[in-house]
């Protein structure tokens, strides 16, 4: 199973959207805490949901659970702290919500973790597509 990863930051629409068509993506699984108040527009979730239907005829769900907690972002993002404590908590979350087990029941080939994250190396994305990868079988992360 190939599960890819992908932010829109510092993308256009036209990038983003394209970069999803190629790359064969058949549903986007927004693992954002917060996806109504982007502020690119195509982002917002119901936005994000028909743009992705309409253009690229791709699906769109939202699973929170897979998203860290606002105190956990908070304490990373407001309070500078540092990647390994915001890595190692969000793990811990991961483990507590059985986001492994959420993830057989809902993961499918095709789909595509989102954040806002440009890159995935300080991305929570990265984080889910690592620990489900890491709890259940055969499958590939491609990070876009």
Same mark, same amino acid.
């Given at each position: ?5 992908? $932010? ?11 970069? *999803? =068509? ?7 699984? &927004?693992?954002?805490? !917060? !996806?109504?108040?982007? %502020?690119? $527009? ?5 936005? *994000? =949901? ?19 907690? =606002?105190? %956990? ?5 407001? !309070? ?6 915001? +890595?190692?908590?969000?793990?811990? *979350? ?15 080939? $095709? &789909?595509?973790?989102?954040?806002? +994250? ?8 990265? *984080? ?10 055969? %499958? ?5």
């Amino acid at each position: 199973m190939r599960l890819f990863t992908a $932010g829109f930051t510092k993308k256009s629409a036209e990038e983003f959207f394209t970069l *999803l =068509q190629k790359a064969g993506v058949r549903r986007v699984v &927004d693992v954002r805490l !917060n !996806n109504t108040s982007q %502020i690119a $527009g195509f982002a917002k979730s119901r936005d *994000l =949901q028909y743009f992705l239907r309409a253009i690229a005829r791709i699906d769109y769900v939202h699973i929170p659970d897979f998203a860290p907690t =606002q105190e %956990i972002l908070d304490d990373f993002m407001k !309070n500078k702290g540092s990647w390994e404590d915001y +890595e190692r908590r969000f793990g811990e *979350l991961m483990a507590a919500r059985d986001v492994a087990g959420k993830a057989a029941e809902v993961i499918r080939d $095709g &789909d595509c973790l989102l954040c806002s +994250e440009p890159t995935p190396e300080h991305c929570h994305r990265r *984080l889910v597509a690592e620990y489900v990868q890491k709890h259940l079988a055969d %499958i590939e992360v491609v990070h876009l």
